[in-house]
């Protein structure tokens, strides 16, 4: 397309919700800028909720600043940009009101609370203000220009669910700050599988303690210990160690990136149990560090873990529990992860967005601002 930059309005996540969310936001500020675009970061405001004590009034005042008062400052914000990028499908719904009519990219992280509202998910109930909530992102989705989808089998499902066209993928980068400090001091403990999660029925957090469990038992495995980086354990998870197992499992909450950093770097290889996600995240932060990954057999997880994944079937009597082992601690398990972070590049990511950017406003060229 050439010419001067694009300005590009990031449209980020409220402050107080999950970790993972609001550094995407950050991630796309950086990659834009690196990209040569002209881009600048908004997000809701905590002004109202902080100042709040109690959890129910804090939760529903975070609603306010996120749906009612911070699309009005945003449509304020769009006018001098030529492109609005919303980092959180969760958000898409911004879209339903005037914002909807400008060049806009959605980042579909996954669909499964859309999902789960349409009872696509066994077990689930969710209240009607929530499958209300989701109808309301899946059509907020259909506003977007293009959709961004962070994996193949994120945009399976929005090209299923919310629409079959205007529907990419971009996979989530190893970002700069995600690289290993080779100065970094790492603990002299023995070997421990770690978990990072947060807890749900989607994470499944209990069903990776009981393959830590099988590892440790008919795995061979028995001076393994487990980390879990998250909340305290469940009083499901707690119920399945036996005495001598609670001992072994160390639950750290509340810790800093470079602490996570290090957990992962002394790890002798990174659980991810989850049924349901759309990217997985902690496969390749553990790559990173040439950790291996032993992962539920998902479609999304074979995409990210790649030739690098060792899989469990859902079965956990019927896995080969010796040869799982052998996988995941085999001689090239460390060289395995390492390559594997190669196919998501720094440099791929931002080309990509400039790509996106580039195309989604060609689209818009002729049309009049309409806010």
Known sequence: ??????????????????????????????????????VRMIQPSTTISSRVRSGALRKLLAYVENLVVFPLVAIGAARDADLIHVADH???????GPLGRRPAVVTCHDLVAVRAAAGEIPGVAIRATGR???????????????IACVSEATAADVRRIVRPDGVRVLVNPVAPDLLPNPD??????????????????????????????????EGGLDRLALRIVGPGLTGEEAALLAPDEAGEVEVLSDIDDATLACEYASAAMVIQASLYEGFGWPILEG????????????????????????FVGEDLDAVDWPAIVASVTADDAMAR?????????????????????????????AEPDLI
Request: with cysteine; aromatic share 8%; charged share 20%.
């Open 287 to 310: 790559n990173v560090h040439g950790t291996p990954a032993l992962c539920a057999d998902i479609p999304v997880f074979r995409e990210v873990a790649g030739a690098a994944g060792t």
């Open 132 to 146: 209300l909530y989701q109808r309301a992102v899946a059509a907020g989705l259909r506003r977007a220009t293009v």
């Open 184 to 217: 970094g001091l790492e603990p002299e403990r023995r070997p421990a599988a770690l978990v990072v999660s947060t807890v749900g029925y989607r994470k499944r957090r209990e069903h990776a303690v009981r393959i830590w469990q099988r590892m440790r038992g």
């Open 337 to 365: 992860a390492a390559a594997n972070v190669q196919r998501f590049s720094w440099e791929d990511f931002t080309e990509g967005l400039r790509g996106l950017a580039e195309s989604v406003v060609s689209v818009h060229d």
């Open 1 to 38: 397309m050439g010419g001067a930059p694009l300005r590009v309005l990031v449209l980020g996540n409220h402050p107080g919700s999950g970790w993972s969310m609001v550094r995407y936001s950050h991630l796309l500020q950086s990659g834009y800028t690196e990209a040569g675009e002209a």
């Open 90 to 96: 969760s958000n898409a719904l911004w879209l339903l």
